[in-house]
């Protein structure tokens, strides 16, 4: 498949991935937060993840400056990779559907929080955390460059050893042993491995 017609691809993902977010932006911004953990090493996380899967990404497809870095993918790896973004959007939608009210972009607990576990929740704890995860390596598979196509899974990775045992210490505190229960059933990213 030629660069442009991945790079479209990609772009179109992201695109899509705006629309579903807006309605529950839009929502969650009436929620009154009671426990906020904004804290400077939680923006760098936020600002990492923008650089490593929109900022990066986007300057190899508007711009020739980051092509020293491509390489070539066979065919079933770019086919690959518009299947994995599309179940990491079905996912991104399902997840945020799921939370609806309870969505907070960064570790907050908003009025009335629920502990969600049903629909992705049933199985998965931190759904949204494995809709990026794909969503990278999607990337990953779609924009074939070591720094634009590598860069996504580089910042979740790190996004994610520095925040998941943040989040699910907040959601401890909050929820108690309801939540220990929860996490006896569930896994943290993948159905019925990890």
């Known amino acids: 498949m030629n660069t442009l017609t991945l790079k479209i691809i990609f772009t179109i993902g992201v695109v899509l991935s705006v629309i579903i977010r807006i309605p529950y932006q839009r929502e969650t911004r ?64 399902r997840t945020h559907d799921d939370l609806g009210k309870n969505w907070s972009p960064t570790l907050q607990i908003r009025e009335g929080h629920t502990l969600v576990k049903y629909g992705v ?26 720094i634009a196509g590598l860069s996504g899974l580089v910042s979740f990775t790190i996004a994610y050893a520095t925040r998941i045992d943040k989040e699910e210490q907040m959601l401890l505190e909050q929820f108690g042993d309801e939540y220990e229960t929860y996490k006896q059933q569930t896994t943290r990213l993948v159905p019925y491995l990890f």
Not at 83 to 92: C, E, G, S
Not at 121 to 146: E, K
């Open 30 to 93: 009436k929620n009154i937060i009671i426990d906020d953990r904004k804290t400077p090493e939680e923006k760098i996380t936020l600002l990492l993840i923008f650089v490593g899967m929109l900022l990066l990404p986007f300057s190899y497809v508007l711009s020739p400056w980051l092509n020293f870095a491509n390489y070539h993918l066979p065919i079933w790896t770019n086919i690959l990779g518009m299947l994995t973004f599309a179940i990491a959007l079905w996912l991104f939608w």
């Open 121 to 146: 929740y049933r199985v998965i704890r931190h759904p949204m955390y494995t809709s990026v995860l794909l969503w990278c390596i999607a990337q990953a598979l779609l924009l074939p460059n070591w």
